[in-house]
């Protein structure tokens, strides 16, 4: 006995009709979870991609960037719950990307989280973020401390462990978009036209004028990076210069370039941490960009470490990024998680102080305040700088 069988009729026909139709519903519904997010395309000022659909929304010809979602449940992973840290994951695992100006991006994070803050708007985007599919989740979570997570934050073992997994990244990283001296901190742009490679030497040349070098002094930064500026204060000010960092890759390079340079006898990098600086005694001691590495309850020890370091007279210039002290939004902010992108994937365990706790530390430690500036204009030339590098 033989049979012959063969599908329904219409059996392949309305399955692929049924897939057109989830699939038109999930773009409606991504559709719709991005008006709730962003306002209406009209609204938003930039322009949505929507995967491989075909589907763009752009308000105008000339948009700053375009947002394009990876798939049907890029919105999802990115903003339910809607907080820094998933938004800066989805990012770097590529459920969404951006084509055109980041920065324009990356402001647009404060149009949102305004938007968010009313309650009825935020209860209506996440219901339908929920109706979106979870979709692949892509692998990355940024860097890790390792074992050193267990230990008290801002030990000397987690404190090592964090700047290593921030700085030991691979030099030629860090090559890539910074200046020739490879100066990890802002610039200094007196006329506005200097590009990032005179910025960063007008900005060395500030420190060491703030600093009063003067040829056969002994100078000490503390968190040396990668010696650029122990470098410039011995070609410029004939200075006796010692570095210290917690990373060994750091040290590594910078002595390289010291004996390029012909100036391995007057400069060195040490790995070790500031506390540990002991009783030797130099003219001048600089610190820049390192603060925002101690914590707020270590700030009096770090002071006190600075101050041993000083012969009597000396002159100490500490350099770091401050914020304010914030008061109005503190709900939004908590629940927003500001902060939480840039602890676990620049800069773990990072804090930036406020001013006023760098004086009274400082004061508490015996200094007195001579000179502060602050550079904020110039560190946002040199954040667009490294972005287009």
């Given at each position: 006995m033989s049979?012959?069988?063969?599908?329904?009729?219409?059996?392949?026909?309305?399955?692929?009709?049924?897939?057109?139709?989830?699939?038109?519903?999930?773009?409606?519904?991504?559709?719709?979870?991005?008006?709730?997010l962003f306002g209406t395309p009209r609204e938003r000022g930039f322009a949505v991609t929507y995967w491989n659909s075909g589907v763009t929304e752009k308000p105008s010809d000339e948009v700053p960037f375009t947002l394009i979602l990876a798939d049907a449940g890029a919105l999802r992973r990115a903003f339910l719950p809607p907080t820094q840290l998933r938004i800066g994951r989805a990012f770097v695992r590529?459920?969404?990307?951006?084509?055109?100006?980041?920065?324009?991006?990356?402001?647009?994070?404060?149009?949102?989280?305004?938007?968010?803050?009313?309650?009825?708007?935020?209860l209506a985007a996440t219901?339908?973020?929920?109706?979106?599919?979870?979709?692949k989740s892509r692998e990355g979570s940024g860097r890790s401390l390792g074992s050193a997570r267990l230990t008290r934050r801002h030990s000397r073992t987690r404190d090592a462990a964090a700047i290593r997994s921030h700085y030991d990244v691979g030099n030629e990283f860090y090559q890539l978009w910074l200046d020739r001296r490879m100066v990890y901190s802002c610039g200094y742009f007196p006329t506005g036209q200097e590009d990032i490679h005179?910025?960063?030497?007008?900005?060395?040349?500030?420190?060491?004028?703030?600093?009063?070098?003067?040829?056969?002094?002994?100078?000490?930064d503390i968190g040396c990076g990668w010696?650029?500026?122990?470098?410039?204060?011995?070609?410029?000010?004939?200075?006796?210069?010692?570095?210290?960092?917690?990373?060994?890759?750091?040290?590594?390079?910078?002595?390289?370039?010291?004996?390029?340079?012909?100036?391995?006898?007057?400069?060195?990098?040490?790995?070790?941490?500031?506390?540990?600086?002991?009783d030797e005694q130099f003219d001048k001691v600089a610190s820049v960009g390192m603060c925002e590495h101690v914590g707020h309850h270590r700030l009096g020890e770090y002071f006190h470490s600075a101050w041993r370091a000083l012969k009597p007279g000396g002159l100490f210039l500490n350099h770091c990024i401050t914020q304010g002290r914030q008061t109005a939004g503190r709900l939004g902010r908590r629940l927003w998680r500001e902060g939480s992108f840039t602890n676990r994937f620049v800069f773990p365990d990072g804090e930036l102080p406020a001013l006023t706790w760098l004086v009274e530390a400082a004061d508490a430690a015996g200094f007195e305040p001579r000179d502060a500036e602050s550079l904020r204009e110039h560190y946002a030339r040199t954040l667009r700088w490294w972005v287009a590098r």
């Open positions: 049979s012959v069988m063969s599908p329904p009729v219409g059996g392949q026909q309305g399955q692929r009709q049924e897939t057109r139709g989830q699939r038109s519903r999930e773009l409606e519904r991504a559709r719709h979870a991005a008006e709730l590529g459920d969404f990307d951006v084509a055109g100006d980041l920065e324009a991006a990356t402001r647009s994070g404060e149009d949102l989280r305004q938007r968010l803050a009313d309650p009825a708007r935020l219901a339908a973020l929920a109706k979106l599919p979870h979709g005179q910025a960063q030497e007008a900005k060395l040349d500030l420190i060491c004028r703030k600093l009063r070098l003067k040829r056969g002094e002994r100078l000490l010696g650029g500026l122990i470098m410039f204060a011995a070609e410029h000010y004939g200075v006796d210069a010692t570095g210290i960092t917690l990373s060994p890759a750091q040290a590594e390079l910078g002595t390289e370039r010291f004996a390029q340079a012909g100036l391995a006898d007057r400069c060195r990098i040490e790995v070790r941490d500031y506390r540990t600086l002991g």
